[in-house]
């Protein structure tokens, strides 16, 4: 975690944050998407402009190895967590309204879409063989030459099946990994009820996490669609990103991922 | 995460060879092996799963609701089990179907969290069970642990083993609205993430707690040679399990990891705090299973005596949290907040019935000794008001006259 960002809050939100990620067309895979727009939908949330730049390099520029990172003034922060505390030094939040018991039922909430929706996600990509070997591999890998590209693959895939294994994903099938995806779902379905966000009237940072895992889910082209069956079961869920995506995405065209997508791995969320 | 190696049946160890937490907290380690190899011959009869279902069910909800155990009239026996199918009824709120389960656990990694928590839930909904612990991890159907057998169904995973439960009917979560139900998992997966790092690090990986509690613990349970390999193993493991999930960069050194654990976990304790509030229980006034997980995820932090006990300092910071935890300890496994059971309790009146008969006796012995004295000719006789020959009754005097 960043600590060094402490020491510039007095400075105010820079013109020219940039917000690095993948190449959106060819290299970037369904978890580093989720969370990338996770972190976009958060930053268009507290009215913070953010430039979005892709670079084949970008998660060996992060300071976590981990993608997104932003670039503000002169620091650099990733992922999702400590973005929020970084945007909160600055003086901008969005769950300041909030009461201790919600606070907590938030963050609950935001390590139960990190648990089971992240942790399937990467199940899904870099364990399941079919997968791999059709969507992962070429994309992972694509803006090197071979053999770099196969190295830089295996070396990954080894890495997330090594923490699978630690985490005790590593015995689960297919069917039990969905079913994981279908229950939390549920889960979220159920908190979410009818209300426009999770908290009622004003998105948090719940809201932006959610929004980027489930339209990432039900937007992006995999061998099967089960992933994205499951998501559509919850009616609710669906409006949910519907809204959110028309009330901050549109008319930001060429900052958002919902950019009429050539490649066959989108389709437009109908 | 099986074991390889054989290894015996449980066999009854005396209870000084066993850490001091595990007598306030669930003592399952006693087995009688009546049936040698055989699994179901391993009941120890008044153990507390037997001594819940004694307990008459509650007409009305009281402020404490009682373990919904209602097995009347029930005596245990270690024979019991190999009666086969006359196992007696059960009688749950929604229906009256016979059940027959009893549960099979060997202490690994996670077991003091993972026993706890299923114990829990098991009397929180009424379920029998009967604990068996057994130190061979082979030894169980699957060689999984810990595992729910019953009738001709395995069920080996927690997560499994709740939803079995609940599918028979005994379902802790049964007033639970939907809403109630998602908060449930939400903060589940909470505990999972933020505290169980810290727990893993606490009993295994800190090394004045490993080598002082952990290890002699494991190995006092383990059949030789096994008990010189397994903990090891079990302690790479947590380590690799905390080094992959939290140990990426910028956080290179063990120490700074070690740090960035224990502040999750306190801060995942401080939200828990304020979830509960005042109230008894998570959902109100019922037990639920967010409560079995919470509890099994704090009695290990709350009860074992560690030399490093940041967390439990912590936790005792946070009084609803405590007062959680021994309400749970006191209602559902029927131990005083002392943690002694009833039947320490009457071992403890025995001991101090002999150790005032030997403070009489030393008495007897001073007052000879006192008479002596005055009976020198150095000494004009002294008046003294309280001396009696206490002859063996009350204690009373003999203790005022030997306070200073």
Partial sequence: MNLGFLCSTAEPWPENAALYQQLKEEQILLSDNASSLAVQAFLQMCNLPVRVICRANAEYMSPSGKVPFIHVGNQVVSELGPIVQFVKAKGHSLSDGLDEVQKAEMKAYMELVNNMLLTAELYLQWCDDVTVEEITYPRYGSPYPWPLNRILSYQKQWEVRRKMKAIGWAGKTLEQVLEDVDQCCHALSQRLGTQPYFFNKQPTELDALVFGHLFTILTTQLITDELSEKVKNYSNLTAFCRRIEQQYFEGHEKDSSTTAAHSSKRSLLR | ?404
């Fill in chain 2, 1 to 404: 995460m099986g074991c390889p190696g054989g290894g015996g049946v449980t066999l009854p160890r005396a209870i000084h060879g066993k850490p001091a937490w595990c007598h306030g907290l669930v003592d399952t380690a006693f087995g009688h092996p009546a049936g040698g190899d055989d699994l179901t011959g391993l009941l120890r009869p008044g153990g507390f799963g037997l001594r819940e279902r004694q307990a008459a069910r509650p007409a009305a909800r009281s402020p404490l609701p009682a373990a919904r155990s209602p097995l009347p009239g029930h005596e245990a026996r270690p024979h019991l089990l190999a009666d086969g199918p006359q196992f007696p009824r059960v009688f749950n709120a929604t229906s009256g179907a016979l059940f027959y389960a009893f549960l099979t656990h060997c202490e690994q990694v996670f077991s003091p969290a993972l026993q706890s928590l299923l114990q829990a839930y098991a009397k929180f909904s009424g379920a029998p069970l009967i604990v068996n612990t057994i130190n061979n991890c082979r030894r169980a159907p699957k060689g999984d642990l810990p595992v729910l057998v019953s009738e001709d169904t395995v069920v080996s995973q927690p997560a499994k083993i709740l939803n079995f439960l609940r599918r028979q009917k005994y379902n802790a979560d049964y007033d639970l609205s939907a809403k109630q139900g998602a908060d449930t998992l939400a903060y589940i997966a909470l505990l999972e993430e933020k505290l169980l790092p810290a727990l893993l690090h606490t009993f295994w990986i800190e090394s004045e707690n490993y080598c002082s509690v952990t290890k002699p613990w494991f190995a006092s349970r383990i059949a030789f040679p096994l008990s010189l390999y397994l903990p090891g193993k079990m302690s790479r493991e947590a380590l690799n399990r905390i080094l992959l999930t939290k140990g990426g960069p910028p956080l290179y050194s063990l120490t700074e990891v070690e740090a960035q654990i224990y502040r999750d976990a306190k801060e995942c304790l401080n939200l828990l705090s304020k979830r509960l509030g005042t109230s008894q229980f998570f959902f109100g006034d019922t037990p639920t299973t967010l409560d079995a997980f919470v509890f099994g995820f704090l009695a290990p932090i709350y009860k074992v005596c560690f030399p490093r006990v940041q967390l439990q300092e912590h936790l005792k910071q946070l009084p609803n949290l405590c007062r959680f935890c021994d309400d749970i300890l006191t209602c559902y496994f029927r131990l005083t907040v002392s943690g002694h059971s009833p039947a320490g309790q009457d071992t403890a009146d025995a001991n101090l019935q002999k150790l005032t008969q030997l403070v009489n006796k030393e008495s007897n012995l001073i007052e000879k000794m006192d008479d002596n004295l005055r009976k020198s000719p150095q000494h004009p006789p002294r008046k003294l008001t309280t001396l009696k020959l206490a002859a063996g009754g009350e204690e009373s005097s003999p203790m005022s006259r030997l306070s200073p």
